[in-house]
């Protein structure tokens, strides 16, 4: 499995809208981190989709290692360990 860029070392928050669907960047190369622009194609990643079920803040994953999808999941606390 390829492994994706690393653009933040931390979380993002956003602001959702509830019903809305996201599309997470998961290669890391998306000029508009959190979300996907397209720079995946040509490789294995794929967007990933984040469907909001309340608005409010979400933390997006910004190191782009979540094991269950596009919300932070502490994964990059030891990524620099």
Same mark, same amino acid.
């Given at each position: 499995?390829?492994?994706?860029?690393?653009? #933040?070392?931390?979380?993002?928050?956003?602001?959702?809208?509830?019903?809305?669907?996201?599309?997470?960047?998961?290669?890391?190369?998306?000029?508009? #981190?959190?979300? @996907?622009?397209?720079?995946?194609?040509?490789?294995?990643?794929?967007?990933?989709?984040?469907?909001?079920?309340?608005? /409010?803040?979400?933390?997006?994953?910004? @190191?782009?290692?979540?094991?269950? /999808?596009?919300?932070?999941?502490?994964?990059?606390?030891?990524?620099?360990?």
């Amino acid at each position: 499995m390829p492994t994706p860029n690393i653009p #933040q070392k931390s979380p993002l928050p956003i602001l959702v809208e509830a019903g809305k669907t996201y599309y997470w960047c998961s290669c890391g190369h998306s000029r508009s #981190q959190p979300f @996907c622009d397209g720079a995946h194609k040509g490789s294995a990643f794929t967007p990933v989709p984040y469907k909001a079920e309340a608005s /409010g803040i979400v933390y997006f994953c910004g @190191c782009k290692h979540a094991k269950q /999808g596009a919300l932070c999941d502490g994964s990059h606390k030891a990524l620099w360990n």
